[in-house]
């Protein structure tokens, strides 16, 4: 079974910074999926960033951008210029390739607190 | 565009009682359908899935039910809440030829006394 681990339970950045998340995932598939989700006080679930596995090139999303290691099975999040609006709740998500019975679900890890001080 | 409603918002319920929350997509057909769960403090847990109509998928044993009347209906249900069932309960939906894309409803808090 799949596991997603975010080794960071809260992380703290000045704004107008940049701060890297960390996560870390264990499977013995070759094609995935890997996500960030930001969850806001409003706990409204919204997916900031999406990495194919198959692709080499890190994905980017204005001032989000990943670091995906995929040899050592590491998918960092970093919010480059950071906003107070930033400040919510991140949780990294991975979900199979595969088509078909509970190869569709995202396996989520804990979540990352981010505050950002202004 | 699509659309994802989940209500209510907040309940609070009696132990012992039943429960239905109910979510509804609009702008697509044939969704991917999912509720989860989120404990306090903690990260996202899948409790049911569906493919389509009347296919339900449960991950793991508990107190609840889902159901899938028509095709952008979903329901999660309990006949006897217990205690340990509350939480933040969302419903997600993924477009069926794209299921990687998951989008999440507002959520329903649960708390169970």
């Known amino acids: 079974a799949q596991t997603v681990t975010q080794s960071q339970p809260e992380m703290s950045v000045q704004e107008a910074e940049t701060v890297t998340l960390s996560c870390t995932y264990d499977?013995?598939?070759?094609?995935?999926?890997l996500f960030w989700y930001k969850q806001p006080p409003s706990r409204q679930m919204i997916l900031v960033i999406r990495?194919?596995?198959?692709?080499?090139q890190n994905a980017t999303e204005n001032r989000f951008s990943v670091n995906f290691q995929k040899a050592a099975k590491s998918f960092s999040l970093k919010i480059s210029d950071s906003q107070l609006g930033d400040a919510a709740m991140y949780f990294c998500?991975?979900?199979?390739?595969?088509?078909?019975?509970?190869?569709?679900?995202?396996?989520f890890g804990k979540g990352t607190l981010l505050t950002v001080n202004p | 565009s699509q659309t994802i409603h989940q209500w209510p918002a907040t309940l609070v319920q009696p132990v012992g009682s039943p429960l239905s929350l109910e979510c509804t997509v609009e702008?697509?057909?044939?969704?991917?359908l999912y509720w989860y769960r989120q404990a306090a403090g903690r990260g996202l847990q899948l409790l049911f899935y569906?493919?389509?109509?009347?296919?339900i998928s449960s991950e793991v044993p508990q107190n609840l039910s889902a159901s899938r009347p028509q095709d952008r209906q979903f329901i999660l249900s309990s006949k006897k809440l217990l205690l340990s069932d509350s939480g933040f309960y969302l419903c997600?939906?993924?477009?069926?030829?794209?299921?990687?894309?998951?989008?999440f409803g507002s959520g329903t808090q649960l708390s169970v006394l």
């Open positions: 997600a939906w993924s477009p069926g030829l794209m299921r990687e894309k998951l989008f």
């Open positions: 499977t013995s598939e070759s094609d995935y999926y």
């Open positions: 990495q194919e596995a198959y692709k080499q």
């Open positions: 998500a991975y979900r199979s390739a595969r088509s078909g019975g509970s190869n569709y679900k995202l396996t």
């Open positions: 702008g697509t057909s044939n969704p991917n």
């Open positions: 569906s493919v389509g109509i009347g296919q």
